[in-house]
Protein backbone atom coordinates (compact mmCIF):
# COMPACT_ATOMS: atom_id res chain seq x y z
CA UNK A 1 0.00 0.00 0.00
CA UNK A 2 1.25 3.50 -0.87
CA UNK A 3 0.23 7.16 -1.49
CA UNK A 4 1.03 7.90 -5.10
CA UNK A 5 2.44 11.53 -3.32
CA UNK A 6 4.99 9.75 -1.18
CA UNK A 7 5.93 7.87 -3.91
CA UNK A 8 6.65 10.89 -6.32
CA UNK A 9 8.80 12.40 -3.04
CA UNK A 10 10.71 9.30 -3.44
CA UNK A 11 11.46 9.98 -7.15
CA UNK A 12 9.09 7.33 -8.65
CA UNK A 13 7.38 9.55 -11.71
CA UNK A 14 4.16 9.55 -12.01
CA UNK A 15 4.55 8.24 -15.50
CA UNK A 16 5.98 5.01 -13.64
CA UNK A 17 2.81 4.78 -11.60
CA UNK A 18 0.74 5.06 -13.97
CA UNK A 19 2.23 2.08 -16.30
CA UNK A 20 2.49 0.28 -12.65
CA UNK A 21 -1.56 0.49 -13.09
CA UNK A 22 -2.05 -0.26 -16.80
CA UNK A 23 0.46 -3.46 -16.28
CA UNK A 24 -1.37 -4.23 -13.07
CA UNK A 25 1.35 -4.61 -11.36
CA UNK A 26 -0.43 -2.33 -8.96
CA UNK A 27 -4.21 -1.52 -8.56
CA UNK A 28 -5.65 1.95 -8.44
CA UNK A 29 -7.81 2.08 -4.61
CA UNK A 30 -8.77 5.85 -4.63
CA UNK A 31 -7.42 8.50 -5.51
CA UNK A 32 -4.03 9.34 -4.83
CA UNK A 33 -3.48 5.76 -3.60
CA UNK A 34 -2.28 2.20 -5.14
CA UNK A 35 -2.01 -0.93 -3.83
CA UNK A 36 0.14 -4.48 -4.96
CA UNK A 37 -2.41 -7.32 -5.82
CA UNK A 38 -1.13 -9.37 -2.52
CA UNK A 39 -1.90 -6.23 -0.02
CA UNK A 40 -3.67 -6.81 3.21
CA UNK A 41 -7.40 -6.66 2.11
CA UNK A 42 -8.04 -4.47 5.56
CA UNK A 43 -5.45 -2.24 4.60
CA UNK A 44 -6.58 -1.80 1.29
CA UNK A 45 -10.01 -1.02 3.01
CA UNK A 46 -8.87 1.58 4.59
CA UNK A 47 -7.29 2.84 2.22
CA UNK A 48 -10.64 3.04 0.10
CA UNK A 49 -12.19 4.55 2.88
CA UNK A 50 -9.82 7.59 3.71
CA UNK A 51 -9.49 5.95 8.24
CA UNK A 52 -7.05 4.34 9.38
CA UNK A 53 -7.55 0.59 11.33
CA UNK A 54 -7.37 1.44 15.32
CA UNK A 55 -9.42 0.59 18.64
CA UNK A 56 -10.15 -3.32 19.09
CA UNK A 57 -9.78 -3.77 15.05
CA UNK A 58 -5.74 -2.93 15.07
CA UNK A 59 -5.70 -4.19 18.74
CA UNK A 60 -6.83 -7.95 17.65
CA UNK A 61 -4.39 -6.95 14.49
CA UNK A 62 -1.05 -6.67 17.13
CA UNK A 63 -1.85 -9.72 18.54
CA UNK A 64 -3.60 -7.87 22.12
CA UNK A 65 -5.89 -9.52 24.33
CA UNK A 66 -9.11 -8.45 22.90
CA UNK A 67 -12.84 -9.47 23.82
CA UNK A 68 -14.51 -11.66 21.19
CA UNK A 69 -15.51 -9.56 17.72
CA UNK A 70 -18.18 -7.53 18.30
CA UNK A 71 -18.64 -7.97 13.66
CA UNK A 72 -17.23 -4.62 13.90
CA UNK A 73 -14.51 -2.87 12.34
CA UNK A 74 -13.19 -0.49 14.08
CA UNK A 75 -11.93 2.67 11.95
CA UNK A 76 -10.63 6.00 12.78
CA UNK A 77 -11.29 9.56 10.50
CA UNK A 78 -10.49 12.82 11.11
CA UNK A 79 -13.73 15.14 12.37
CA UNK A 80 -14.07 16.38 8.54
CA UNK A 81 -12.66 13.32 6.69
CA UNK A 82 -13.94 11.28 4.16
CA UNK A 83 -15.18 8.47 5.84
CA UNK A 84 -18.66 7.39 5.80
CA UNK A 85 -21.36 5.33 8.03
CA UNK A 86 -21.62 1.89 6.64
CA UNK A 87 -23.00 -1.35 8.06
CA UNK A 88 -20.09 -3.48 9.44
CA UNK A 89 -17.89 -0.11 10.13
CA UNK A 90 -17.96 1.76 13.39
CA UNK A 91 -16.38 5.28 13.08
CA UNK A 92 -14.32 6.94 15.75
CA UNK A 93 -14.03 10.62 15.46
CA UNK A 94 -12.38 11.43 18.31
CA UNK A 95 -8.90 13.45 18.22
CA UNK A 96 -6.15 11.54 18.50
CA UNK A 97 -3.51 11.80 20.96
CA UNK A 98 -0.88 11.10 18.07
CA UNK A 99 -1.08 13.06 15.07
CA UNK A 100 -1.89 10.62 12.24
CA UNK A 101 0.62 10.55 8.64
CA UNK A 102 -0.87 11.11 5.93
CA UNK A 103 0.52 7.32 4.57
CA UNK A 104 -0.68 5.46 7.74
CA UNK A 105 -3.48 3.11 7.50
CA UNK A 106 -3.19 2.16 11.12
CA UNK A 107 -2.95 3.58 14.38
CA UNK A 108 -0.26 4.14 16.87
CA UNK A 109 -0.42 2.31 19.92
CA UNK A 110 -1.14 5.02 21.88
CA UNK A 111 -4.20 5.75 19.62
CA UNK A 112 -5.35 1.98 19.67
CA UNK A 113 -5.53 1.90 23.51
CA UNK A 114 -7.50 5.72 24.16
CA UNK A 115 -10.23 4.74 21.77
CA UNK A 116 -10.27 1.07 23.40
CA UNK A 117 -10.71 2.98 26.97
CA UNK A 118 -13.33 5.07 25.51
CA UNK A 119 -15.45 2.87 23.73
CA UNK A 120 -15.20 -0.78 25.76
CA UNK A 121 -16.08 -1.63 29.07
CA UNK A 122 -13.85 -0.94 31.78
CA UNK A 123 -12.82 -4.74 32.04
CA UNK A 124 -12.30 -5.31 28.37
CA UNK A 125 -10.41 -2.04 28.36
CA UNK A 126 -8.12 -3.35 30.71
CA UNK A 127 -7.26 -6.55 29.74
CA UNK A 128 -6.36 -5.10 26.80
CA UNK A 129 -3.63 -2.64 28.29
CA UNK A 130 -2.56 -5.32 30.40
CA UNK A 131 -1.67 -7.03 27.21
CA UNK A 132 0.00 -4.09 25.44
CA UNK A 133 2.26 -3.61 28.50
CA UNK A 134 3.07 -7.82 28.69
CA UNK A 135 3.93 -7.45 24.81
CA UNK A 136 6.16 -4.41 25.23
CA UNK A 137 4.49 -2.47 22.55
CA UNK A 138 3.90 0.71 25.72
CA UNK A 139 5.34 1.49 28.61
CA UNK A 140 3.82 2.82 31.95
CA UNK A 141 6.58 5.39 32.43
CA UNK A 142 5.77 6.53 28.71
CA UNK A 143 2.08 6.10 29.31
CA UNK A 144 1.76 8.10 32.32
CA UNK A 145 3.08 11.54 30.34
CA UNK A 146 0.11 11.60 27.88
CA UNK A 147 -2.68 13.48 28.57
CA UNK A 148 -5.29 10.55 28.51
CA UNK A 149 -9.40 11.56 29.08
CA UNK A 150 -11.11 9.99 32.31
CA UNK A 151 -11.81 6.48 31.06
CA UNK A 152 -8.18 5.90 29.87
CA UNK A 153 -7.23 7.13 33.41
CA UNK A 154 -8.35 4.95 35.41
CA UNK A 155 -7.32 1.81 32.99
CA UNK A 156 -3.84 3.05 33.60
CA UNK A 157 -4.05 3.37 36.74
CA UNK A 158 -4.68 -0.29 37.25
CA UNK A 159 -2.87 -1.97 34.50
CA UNK A 160 -0.54 -4.40 35.09
CA UNK A 161 2.11 -5.64 32.85
CA UNK A 162 2.35 -9.03 33.99
CA UNK A 163 -0.99 -10.30 33.39
CA UNK A 164 -0.52 -13.29 31.00
CA UNK A 165 -3.54 -13.78 29.55
CA UNK A 166 -6.23 -10.94 29.71
CA UNK A 167 -8.71 -13.49 31.07
CA UNK A 168 -6.62 -13.25 34.68
CA UNK A 169 -7.21 -9.21 34.32
CA UNK A 170 -10.68 -10.30 34.91
CA UNK A 171 -10.16 -11.31 38.28
CA UNK A 172 -8.43 -8.26 39.49
CA UNK A 173 -11.09 -5.96 40.25
CA UNK A 174 -14.15 -8.97 40.57
CA UNK A 175 -11.82 -9.87 43.72
CA UNK A 176 -10.74 -7.31 45.06
CA UNK A 177 -13.78 -6.67 47.35
CA UNK A 178 -13.06 -9.60 48.80
CA UNK A 179 -10.32 -7.87 51.30
CA UNK A 180 -8.05 -10.90 51.15
CA UNK A 181 -4.51 -10.73 50.26
CA UNK A 182 -4.35 -11.63 46.17
CA UNK A 183 -1.66 -12.44 44.04
CA UNK A 184 -1.18 -13.09 40.60
CA UNK A 185 1.31 -14.89 38.31
CA UNK A 186 2.83 -16.14 41.23
CA UNK A 187 5.32 -19.54 40.91
CA UNK A 188 4.52 -22.17 42.84
CA UNK A 189 6.18 -25.92 42.57
CA UNK A 190 7.77 -24.94 39.31
CA UNK A 191 4.90 -22.92 37.25
CA UNK A 192 2.99 -19.76 37.60
CA UNK A 193 -0.07 -20.17 39.09
CA UNK A 194 -3.31 -17.27 37.45
CA UNK A 195 -4.13 -16.02 41.33
CA UNK A 196 -3.39 -16.97 44.22
CA UNK A 197 -6.19 -16.13 47.08
CA UNK A 198 -4.56 -15.88 50.59
CA UNK A 199 -2.54 -18.44 51.31
CA UNK A 200 -3.36 -21.72 49.58
CA UNK A 201 -6.54 -20.88 47.07
CA UNK A 202 -5.06 -21.16 43.78
CA UNK A 203 -7.48 -20.06 40.64
CA UNK A 204 -6.26 -21.26 37.81
CA UNK A 205 -7.82 -20.17 33.95
CA UNK A 206 -7.76 -22.51 31.18
CA UNK A 207 -7.46 -20.37 27.78
CA UNK A 208 -7.95 -22.19 24.22
CA UNK A 209 -4.55 -23.67 24.59
CA UNK A 210 -4.97 -25.96 27.48
CA UNK A 211 -5.62 -29.30 25.28
CA UNK A 212 -3.40 -32.20 24.95
CA UNK A 213 -0.23 -32.10 26.18
CA UNK A 214 -1.00 -28.81 27.81
CA UNK A 215 -4.10 -30.11 29.29
CA UNK A 216 -1.91 -33.23 30.41
CA UNK A 217 0.55 -30.98 32.53
CA UNK A 218 -1.95 -29.14 33.93
CA UNK A 219 -3.55 -32.30 35.75
CA UNK A 220 -0.43 -32.67 36.87
CA UNK A 221 0.82 -29.54 38.64
CA UNK A 222 -3.10 -29.46 40.01
CA UNK A 223 -1.73 -32.49 41.52
CA UNK A 224 1.39 -31.46 43.17
CA UNK A 225 -0.48 -28.16 44.40
CA UNK A 226 -2.54 -30.74 46.22
CA UNK A 227 0.08 -32.69 47.88
CA UNK A 228 1.92 -29.60 49.10
CA UNK A 229 -1.35 -28.54 50.46
CA UNK A 230 -3.20 -26.01 48.28
CA UNK A 231 -6.46 -26.12 46.95
CA UNK A 232 -7.40 -25.49 43.04
CA UNK A 233 -10.26 -23.70 41.57
CA UNK A 234 -9.86 -24.41 37.94
CA UNK A 235 -12.16 -22.39 35.64
CA UNK A 236 -12.44 -21.60 31.61
CA UNK A 237 -13.23 -19.14 29.03
CA UNK A 238 -17.30 -19.30 29.51
CA UNK A 239 -17.11 -19.02 32.88
CA UNK A 240 -15.05 -16.20 32.84
CA UNK A 241 -17.00 -14.45 30.29
CA UNK A 242 -20.65 -15.55 31.11
CA UNK A 243 -20.85 -17.20 33.97
CA UNK A 244 -19.06 -15.35 36.51
CA UNK A 245 -21.34 -15.41 39.12
CA UNK A 246 -21.10 -19.69 39.46
CA UNK A 247 -17.28 -19.27 39.68
CA UNK A 248 -17.40 -15.91 42.54
CA UNK A 249 -19.84 -18.13 44.37
CA UNK A 250 -17.26 -21.18 44.41
CA UNK A 251 -14.26 -19.13 45.51
CA UNK A 252 -16.80 -17.37 48.53
CA UNK A 253 -17.50 -20.57 49.80
CA UNK A 254 -13.75 -21.81 49.19
CA UNK A 255 -12.87 -18.91 51.53
CA UNK A 256 -16.07 -19.26 53.99
CA UNK A 257 -14.76 -22.94 54.71
CA UNK A 258 -11.00 -21.19 55.63
CA UNK A 259 -9.71 -23.04 52.40
CA UNK A 260 -7.19 -20.12 51.62
CA UNK A 261 -5.75 -20.38 54.75
CA UNK A 262 -2.24 -22.09 55.90
CA UNK A 263 -3.54 -24.96 58.51
CA UNK A 264 -7.11 -25.62 59.72
CA UNK A 265 -9.69 -23.04 59.22
Given at each position: MARTAGLRERGISRYDIAQGVTEKAVLPIRRG?????????????????????TCVTQARRLGLWVHADDGHHHVGSAPRGPARAEAGVLIHWA????????DSLVDPIENVLALVADCEPHE???????????KGLVHR???????????????????????DAGLETYLRPRLRWM?????????????????????RLVVQIDGSTHVGPQRAEDIRHDAELT??????????????????NAVQDRIMRAV??????????
Open positions: WIALPQADPMLVDAARRGVVLMPLIARHPRALATWDSALNAALERFPWKTAARRVLAEAWPFARIPLYFQIWIAGHRVDALIGDLLGYHVIRVGYRQIIDQWAQGLHLTGPA
